[in-house]
């Protein structure tokens, strides 16, 4: 029987082994199917107290072999404090936010985003007047809030970005469909020794027209440093007519819409242009009999200055309006605008296409350079950008 007993004490050492084991197995078990619960619990609470909004998440999953979690069905209302009403800001069916593996074998730890099918909302109200940006900027602190790393990547699938106005006459309510966007290296993670190390890309469907936007970006730079080609091609017309209703009093019975953008800013300090094309111009016709009096005579004004201004060889409205100076507030050349639309008109068509005239160098000569007043704009011709697209 002596014998026996430190055999048993082992034994019994064994098995507190077992059971403590088994016990944190458990235990991990549990919580590993409690944490979700746990943090949509303070994600919802988080979202109810954010000031000036309500939102809302119905599902959150983790994936903890790829250090992710996904929200799934979240919603951001603003709230309207006066009239006790919600008003749709942001939803997104499905958000991805995971750790950037390759990154990671460099030594850098960040994150990714990922949004499938999001929708951003923005509306003109009597109550909320210019808050576009106060709203993208309120978005932008609560997705920092869900992701403690860095962002690298950022993609948006399937995206949705709409504007209401509901008080306008008739209503407004326009969209950019099927968004794509994705950005890389927004940390320079990769350690891209290049002045913009960042790049962006975008694409959407706009009204049987397309929108591209090509953007590389120095995010890391203390003022705005980056690069931006832009195009929307081919946009109908005759679909935006409750837009132009609302806001200029006439509407279209034929028409394509084209913006060119090119701008690249050096230290919050940039130049370059905006170059808006109409073509094929259709403002009073047929269609529009039932219109009043004063309609019809305003409806004319336009039609009539459309046709004067028109390129006959290339039937286009078309104008190139400078933009130079501070980003937040750059100077937007009106004179030179109108005199683009005559010269497009009566001497030479603008060309429907990015021309390929700016870039980041462009912007830190032109801010040594200063600026040109018109006369020396028009009669320069040494200086004067060509409306054709270089090689």
Not at 8 to 29: E, N, P
Not at 76 to 83: E, F, G, R
Not at 116 to 124: G, K
Not at 134 to 143: A, H, M, T, V, Y
């Amino acid at each position: 029987m002596v014998s026996s007993s430190p055999t048993k004490s082992i034994l019994q050492k064994k098995h507190r082994r077992y059971y403590w084991f088994a016990g944190i197995l458990v235990f991990l078990v549990a919580l590993r199917l409690a944490l979700p619960y746990i943090l949509l619990y303070y994600a919802n609470k988080s979202l109810a107290h954010v000031k000036g909004y309500y939102g809302h998440i119905d599902d959150i999953d983790l994936s903890l072999y790829r250090g992710a979690y996904q929200i799934n069905q979240l919603f951001l209302n603003k709230l309207d404090s006066i009239k006790n009403t919600q008003t749709d800001f942001v939803k997104v069916n499905h958000i991805d936010l995971s750790i950037e593996w390759r990154p990671l074998f460099q030594g850098k730890l960040v994150g990714e985003l990922t949004f499938e099918s999001p929708q951003l909302i923005f509306t003109n109200n009597k109550t909320e007047l210019d808050e576009v940006q106060k709203d993208s900027n309120n978005f932008r602190k609560i997705l920092k809030d869900f992701m403690p790393l860095k962002v690298n990547r950022f993609e948006i699938l399937n995206g949705t970005i709409r504007y209401v106005d509901n008080f306008s006459t008739p209503k407004v309510d326009i969209a950019l469909q099927d968004t794509y966007v994705l950005a890389q290296n927004l940390t320079n993670a990769a350690k891209v020794k290049e002045a913009l190390p960042a790049i962006a890309y975008a694409k959407a469907k706009a009204y049987e027209g397309t929108l591209t936007l090509n953007l590389k970006l120095n995010p890391l730079a203390e003022q705005p440093t980056f690069d931006l080609n832009a195009e929307v091609k081919n946009t109908n017309l005759v679909l935006l007519n409750d837009f132009m209703k609302a806001y200029g009093k006439f509407d279209v019975n034929k028409g394509t819409f084209g913006l060119y953008i090119e701008y690249a800013s050096e230290n919050g300090k940039g130049t370059g242009h905006v170059k808006p094309i109409i073509k094929d111009l259709d403002v009073l016709g047929p269609e529009d009999r039932k219109d009043n009096l004063f309609q019809k005579i305003w409806e004319a004004i336009v039609g009539g200055a459309s046709t004067v201004l028109t390129n006959p060889k290339q039937d286009q409205v078309a104008s190139k309006v400078p933009l130079t100076g501070a980003y937040q507030n750059p100077r937007i050349y009106t004179i030179e605008a109108i005199w683009q639309v005559l010269r497009n008109a009566f001497i030479k068509a603008l060309v429907p296409s990015i021309d390929n005239q700016i870039n980041l160098r462009s912007a830190v000569s032109k801010n040594k350079e200063g600026d040109r007043n018109l006369f020396q704009r028009i009669v320069d011709k040494d200086k004067q950008p060509s409306d054709k697209p270089k090689k």
